[in-house]
């Protein structure tokens, strides 16, 4: 987690330069993201499982155990980024273009803490990279399989290429759309994988909790990308 942090910094701060953003904001401003991020995965996923929590209410600040939920750090950091900006005079749609890539980065090695950790791994596999989970980590109803999909590693490598394409395209593509690139690629990422996740969550009609809402996000992105471009065309007749 803190190589991650220190990468996304780093990518947002020289992003910032090329796009006139002074690096004491950007530092300034990353400590109330990554504050508001926190908070907001740990919420999130104790509000998905409030009645394991609420028997054990000591494990709610036992981050350490795992229990952090990208979703809710995405609410979490964005509500920070708002508080943090209300009174600011910048170009919010800039700003979020070039923390996002940064973002991206973060996930892709924040990720890999979960094969140190033995957890969110996928559904048993014959494939050649599947990987040994110890037993105790293991699912009882999967007791007798040794290898397993790693699911974070799948999510990492994805996260790491949306990384790729919005540093390259950032000079060249308007922020809107690098935007519309994160949030839709994510999503559809995490959609995807969630079919071979076993790990515990929250279901709605037939889909798991992270695939309701990659869905949600990816109606949204395209109703913000389509009402925006409507606001251009207008401005311009």
């Not at 998905?48 to 995405?74: E, M, Q, R, V």
Request: include cysteine; proline fraction near 4%.
């Amino acid at each position: 987690m803190s190589l991650a942090i220190i990468a996304s910094i780093k990518v947002v701060i020289v992003l910032g330069k090329k796009n006139n953003f002074k690096t004491d904001y950007i530092i300034d401003l990353s400590f109330w993201l990554i504050l508001g991020g926190l908070i907001g995965a740990r919420a999130y996923d104790v509000l998905l499982f409030l009645p394991t929590y609420l028997s054990n209410p000591i494990d709610i600040f036992k981050i350490w155990n795992g229990g952090l939920a990208i979703h809710g750090g995405l609410i979490g950091g964005a509500i920070a980024f708002f508080l943090y900006n209300r009174k600011k005079k910048v170009d919010l749609v800039k700003l979020v273009s070039i923390i996002l890539p940064g973002l991206a980065l973060g996930q892709a090695i924040g990720r890999l803490g979960n094969y140190f950790n033995q957890e969110l791994f996928g559904r048993p596999t014959s494939l050649p990279w599947g990987i040994p989970i110890d037993i105790w980590n293991k699912p009882i109803a999967y007791l007798n399989y040794e290898y397993f999909h790693p699911t974070f590693l799948y999510e990492s490598l994805g996260c790491l290429l949306i990384f790729l394409v919005l540093w390259k395209l950032d000079a060249i593509i308007k922020k809107e759309t690098s935007i519309i690139i994160y949030f839709i690629g994510y999503s559809i990422l995490r959609f995807s994988l969630e079919f071979i996740k076993i790990d515990d969550t929250p279901s709605f009609l037939g889909l798991r909790w992270p695939q309701v809402i990659s869905l949600i996000i990816i109606i949204a992105s395209l109703i913000f990308y389509y009402y925006g471009k409507k606001n251009k065309l207008r401005k311009k007749s």
